[in-house]
């Protein structure tokens, strides 16, 4: 093997550079000592944070920050008993460090199994190594689904590249000898061998990694967007409320500093919601491991709530409806005395011995026609062109130097206008649920992907591949749950209908051609059919988008090449482990077993993770918005904030904290709608408002009655402890067995802290006057909590009417408009 020190741009001039011959790369040696100078393709950044990184995200968080600093000053005036707050930080703490480590044990468990890995040539044998130990000009074997591991130029063969992941250009690019391969990029027709040029994180695509984090950040999730934009209000009016409070309570009710210190952090300590991030943060952890027990890898954490809210589905026919396996039906010869069964048998199988079987349907047709490849005694056809099938084009050639070129694929791409002679026995064989191929011989060899000249057609060929046993379930699931599917093939509509008729779709009958439709119709039809055939990877894309700008959230799951560009636009992507790299690359989430049957599970989980999480949040914002009120209130109204800290930590540990962990955990299955933060405001604010009136109450009573500040800070916590049971209560509907043990438990557990330990919660005895307001307001407190709750419904249906009215206006004002 010749050897060359070549002083490149693409690697520092120190390093010595080989040119190995294709067909053996590079030997055993050289590839260890590159691997020893740390010129190899190890990620730029590991695929989940480190146990280090675990434990100080979750240390280091803005809120635990702030309980620090509050606590700090409750050290410094000497009120110790009220650090109890710090309890229920450091479990926080605890319990998020455990549930991620958890998390990530999965992640990286399922990551191993489903690493991408990559065909290379050394010391003249093919290797398959993972990419991460692919070295700097190693030889690479690259074929159709392959994704490009690290720079490369080609050395041998001819590929069509499509860079849409990298470089946003959708339209395949053809490369040759001495072309550039991009990192990122992926094949989607022919092979080659190419040599690395760019490893680790010298590659494009790692350059384009480091970019993108030191200029942003991964997508966020609406919930995760919505918790954000909580923090960041917060912080902003957190800082300023509370010193005005202190100050407030310093020079204008001239009360001591510790009493002083004690309300201001209690108002400030009420206003965090000290466990919503790790309630998020838990049940996020624990639906990746569930989801990791069902064979599914998580790649953004996002994806999981976004499976919640999903509407529309979008899948394949082939590995999804049906089996991956294809199998050759029948050969249909169209003039038998042009050409017969023999010769055309021959010539498929001299076809399919030039050519790679870089599909399901190709490697279908070899096992039918040529099942011994490198067979000595078989005729061989000398080959002089190759055009490799594409999922755009639909159709493959292969020139032979005496026998002239033949074409193989989609018959009405093939033929174009001659086609409406042949549609009807088409038809006839996919109305059975059959792929319809056309073996036609052309009078010229192809240049590029337009035949310019008419097509003798010679043969049909059917190839079939049975409906799963599972399907016609799957697809029940999702109907029955309001999920549209919508079925997207490259496959004739005539087939793709009748296959989706037997698995039970609805609307299977009205199957679309997509490559008879512009892109304006497409869009259109979007809305209105659910069964697409002969669609290309951009119209997929067109597709997905049209559907979300129409407002659903659409899941697309995908396991070829044809998918990778719909899948990376779709609001969930799902790829089946046992398709392309480049799908799984860059799907969300991977079925490790590839059994589109086990999706309704999945789906179920990410309901329940994000339904329960929208349902335990509300509890931690009624403290949210009550504290904040309040303080606002105070803040302009002589009155001192009425409850000390360490009652604040009783009463969130009972009525929010530990009943919101139990409730984030169980089964919830109702499809998500409406948006996070309204969706948790809108629950929240009755409770709130209820604690906001209640409370104000006994500050008038106590203005009136002269009652002392240690009875208004007692029945001021007593009635806080009871509106949280009412919330409670409320989120626990339906009840059930497990819901009636949380509530009975959390309330038993209130009874024996305001009567066991009242000292120690500060809480003290209460005078005749005393007992019997307090008696009063809780009897209010339903009362109150249900007026307020029968508001909020009311708006609610006021606001779904007039949600209504203004569609039905947009709608039939578009209809007027056509009409017009």
């Not at 199998?327 to 021959?346: G, T």
């Not at 073996?439 to 057609?457: F, K, V, W």
């Not at 993770?609 to 302009?636: M, P």
């Amino acid at each position: 093997m010749k050897k060359t020190i070549e002083k490149e741009d693409t690697a520092p001039s120190d390093v010595e550079r080989y040119t190995p011959d294709p067909s053996h790369g590079l030997t055993a040696e050289q590839a260890a000592q590159r691997c020893r100078a740390g010129l190899d393709n190890r990620a730029v950044n590991p695929p989940s944070k480190t146990v280090g990184q675990i434990i100080l995200s979750n240390i280091l968080t803005f809120f635990n920050l702030i309980f620090f600093a509050l606590a700090g000053c409750l050290i410094l005036v000497g009120s110790y008993k009220n650090l109890m707050f710090l309890l229920v930080v450091v479990a926080n703490i605890l319990i998020g460090i455990v549930q991620e480590i958890r998390a990530k044990r999965v992640i990286d468990r399922l990551t191993l199994l489903t690493a991408p890995h990559a065909t290379v040539i050394r010391g003249g044998a093919e290797l398959i190594l993972p990419t991460e130990e692919l070295v700097l000009d190693d030889v690479a074997l690259f074929a159709p689904g392959s994704q490009i591991a690290a720079d490369a130029v080609v050395l041998e063969g001819t590929v069509q590249v499509n860079e849409a992941l990298v470089t946003g250009e959708s339209r395949p690019i053809t490369r040759g000898p001495g072309d550039p391969l991009l990192s990122g990029s992926f094949i989607t027709a022919g092979t080659c061998r190419a040599r690395l040029d760019k490893v680790g994180a010298d590659s494009y695509a790692s350059r384009l990694t480091v970019e993108a984090k030191s200029r942003g950040r991964k997508r966020e999730s609406e919930m995760m967007r919505s918790l954000t934009r909580l923090v960041q209000v917060i912080a902003v009016i957190i800082l300023p409320i509370g010193i005005t409070m202190l100050l407030k309570h310093l020079f204008m009710l001239d009360m001591p500093l510790q009493q002083s210190m004690e309300a201001t952090i209690a108002a400030l300590v009420g206003m965090i919601p000290e466990g919503l991030y790790l309630l998020t943060s838990v049940a996020l952890a624990v639906g990746v491991i569930r989801l990791g027990r069902r064979h599914t890898l998580v790649h953004e954490l996002s994806c999981i709530e976004t499976l919640a809210r999903v509407d529309v589905l979008c899948v394949d026919k082939t590995g999804t409806i049906t089996e991956n396996e294809m199998r050759v039906e029948q050969v249909v010869p169209l003039e038998e005395e042009r050409m017969d069964s023999e010769r055309i048998r021959a010539v498929l199988a001299a076809y399919y011995q030039a050519a790679d079987a870089d599909n399901s349907t190709a490697e279908a047709m070899r096992a039918a026609f040529c099942p011994h490849r490198t067979d000595p005694n078989r005729p061989r056809w000398k080959t002089e062109a190759l055009i490799p099938f594409s999922s755009s084009r639909k159709w493959s050639a292969v020139t032979f130097t005496a026998e002239g070129t033949y074409l193989v694929g989609a018959p009405e791409l093939i033929l174009r206008a001659g086609y409406e002679a042949l549609r009807e026995r088409v038809d006839a064989l996919s109305a059975g649920g059959s792929r319809v191929l056309l073996l036609a011989r052309y009078g010229h060899t192809p240049q590029d992907d337009i035949l310019h000249s008419p097509a003798e057609p010679l043969a049909l060929i059917t190839l079939g591949n049975p409906i799963r046993e599972t399907a016609p379930a799957t697809f029940h699931f999702f109907a029955e749950q309001g999920v549209a599917v919508k079925v997207i093939s490259g496959d004739n509509p005539v087939t793709v209908s009748e296959v989706a008729r037997r698995a039970g779709i609805g609307g299977a009958e009205n199957a679309v051609d997509a490559s008879a439709l512009s892109d304006e119709e497409l869009k259109a039809a979007a809305e209105t059919c659910s069964v697409f055939g002969r669609v290309s990877p951009d119209q997929k894309r067109t597709l997905v988008g049209a559907l979300k700008k129409n407002g659903h959230t659409v899941a697309m799951t995908g396991d070829g090449v044809n998918d990778v560009l719909a899948l990376k636009d779709a609001d969930c992507s799902i790829a089946m482990a046992a398709g392309s790299d480049a799908a799984c690359h860059v799907s969300q989430l991977v079925l490790m077993n590839s059994d589109f049957a086990s999706l309704p599970a999945v789906v179920m989980e990410g309901r329940r993770v994000i339904n329960n999480i929208e349902r335990a949040a509300s509890l931690f914002l009624v403290k949210t918005i009550f504290s904040l009120l309040l303080a606002l209130v105070t803040l302009f109204v002589a009155i001192p904030y009425p409850v000390q800290p360490i009652q604040l930590s009783l009463i969130s540990s009972l009525t929010i904290g530990i009943p919101a962990f139990f409730l984030a955990l169980e089964p919830n299955h109702s499809r998500t709608r409406g948006h996070f933060l309204p969706n948790v405001i809108g629950r929240a604010l009755p409770g709130g408002l209820t604690d906001l009136f209640l409370l104000l109450g006994i500050q008038l009573f106590t203005a009136v009655f002269g009652f002392t500040a240690d009875e208004r800070s007692t029945m001021s916590a007593v009635l806080l402890a009871t509106v949280g049971l009412l919330v409670l209560y409320q989120v626990c509907k339906p009840f059930n067995a497990k819901h009636a043990l949380i509530w009975t438990a959390m309330a038993a557990g209130l009874v024996v802290a305001i009567f066991g330990f009242a000292g120690f919660f500060m809480l003290t005895p209460l005078s005749l006057k005393a007992q019997l307001v307090l008696a009063l307001f809780l009897l209010l407190a339903y009362s109150v909590m249900h007026f307020f709750l029968w508001c909020f419904e009311r708006l609610e249906q006021f606001g779904a009417y007039l949600k209504k009215r203004v569609q039905a206006r947009r709608y039939f004002g578009r209809r007027w408009g056509k009409k017009d």
